[in-house]
């Protein structure tokens, strides 16, 4: 299909820290792969496990709509606009660097690692005022079904941020079905599998594959396994 590209889990870039232990969808840090730049507005995919006790001190961003999802454990995130939280599991963290920022992430736990997805979407507006948001999500609303965990639209479900992208999480059993709709003309749809098995719009997708497609208007998609997946709606311009 030529409106499609396939990340298999093992063609990412791997980086082990000891502290750090990281895959990489697209180019990061040492890992540069001129194909794997960015899908449209999406920028960054990393999948990190951090050991316990153990975190990314403190650094810059600008300009860039950073968000982050625990898979397994919590982080604890503190910030130069004053903010000191702790993200668990089941919660959405997103902050909007803008201007510029310095945050510090860590895993607070002295005896158990923390598992998360940190994600990048290039904004559709530059310096703007950063912030910061987290939400708990519930797990039952993604039970066989689509639950949004990020829009444009400060009103909808989930967290919000600068750019026309939809996040959506599902936890199906084998065998479930759904049908996206793209929301808007010129996105396109990244994929990534947390665990199972899933097939979209024909294509057979295992654990940690990537999956992204334009040019569609709807995905057709399929459990195989039980299992539980990312859809990132995003644009395909930046």
Do not use: C
């Not at 919660?91 to 158990?112: L, R, W």
């Not at 936890?171 to 759904?178: G, I, L, N, P, S």
């Amino acid at each position: 299909m030529k409106n499609t590209v396939v990340h298999k889990a093992d063609t990412r870039g791997h980086a082990d820290h000891g502290w750090l232990n990281a895959y990489h969808s697209f180019s990061f840090a040492s890992w540069y792969n001129p194909e794997r730049v960015q899908f449209g507005s999406l920028r960054v995919l990393n999948d990190d496990t951090i050991a316990a006790g153990m975190g990314f001190g403190t650094h810059p961003h600008d300009n860039m709509e950073i968000i982050s999802i625990p898979l397994e454990g919590d982080l604890a995130h503190t910030d130069s606009m004053g903010n000191t939280e702790t993200i668990k599991t089941g919660d959405v963290q997103v902050m909007s660097a803008g201007s510029g920022i310095k945050h510090s992430e860590f895993n607070p736990n002295p005896d158990q690692r923390t598992k998360l997805l940190q994600i990048w979407v290039y904004p559709n507006q530059q310096n703007v005022e950063p912030r910061y948001q987290q939400i708990t999500l519930n797990p039952e609303d993604r039970k066989n079904k689509l639950q949004q965990i990020l829009s444009p639209n400060a009103e909808d479900a989930g967290v919000w941020i600068h750019q026309d992208a939809w996040f959506h999480l599902g936890k199906f059993d084998k065998e479930v079905t759904a049908t996206y709709d793209l929301k808007k003309e010129g996105n396109g749809m990244y994929a990534f599998i947390l665990s199972g098995n899933v097939t979209i719009n024909g294509q057979d997708l295992e654990t940690r594959d990537g999956f992204g497609i334009w040019d569609t208007t709807s995905l057709d998609i399929k459990a195989t396994t039980d299992a539980e997946f990312l859809l990132m709606e995003i644009p395909m311009q930046h």
